[in-house]
């Protein structure tokens, strides 16, 4: 397996790791893909400065499929004299590639860059499902806390 990150020459492979995930679990991806929307919307994302933070891993098996991605966003702000810090934002992994040690490896990528450039913290919003919790216990170091969150929109 193979980890490689979102760019405009993976951008096949991601559309088509999108198209399988609404085939395999409709139940979570209620809405149907509509590949040129989101091929569109990928491209003009990857080419906008304002994404240049994010990121997009993707695990790749010996026939160039997507299995699973991992998406995080490093948070700048002059918090307490300049602080930085990870959010993950998705993690899947298809069903049937589950329990095979990839959202393991896409998390190992990521603290790997995330170690190289000096971060070495990050947050999600766990997902309450079971088989999530599960891994995310399993996950070293890491805590699963309850705490408020703020949304707005419509503002």
């Not at 979102?6 to 139940?27: G, M, N, Q």
């Not at 893909?33 to 994010?54: G, I």
């Amino acid at each position: 397996m193979d980890i490689l990150t979102l760019s405009v020459e993976t951008l096949d492979a991601l559309v088509a790791f999108e198209k399988k995930t609404r085939l395999t679990e409709p139940e979570i991806f209620l809405d149907d893909l509509d590949e040129v929307h989101f091929r569109s919307a990928t491209l003009t994302a990857l080419k906008n400065p304002h994404y240049s933070s994010a990121r997009c891993l993707m695990s790749i098996d010996a026939n160039k499929n997507v299995t699973g991605r991992l998406d995080f966003s490093i948070l700048s702000s002059f918090a307490f004299g300049g602080d930085l810090r990870v959010y993950v934002d998705w993690v899947y992994v298809l069903k049937e590639h589950r329990h095979k040690g990839i959202a393991q490896s896409l998390f190992n990528k990521m603290e790997d860059y995330l170690t190289d450039i000096g971060i070495n913290e990050y947050f999600l919003i766990a997902a309450e499902n079971d088989e999530a919790q599960s891994f995310y216990r399993n996950l070293e170091n890491a805590t699963i806390e309850k705490q408020d969150i703020l949304t707005r929109r419509g503002y």
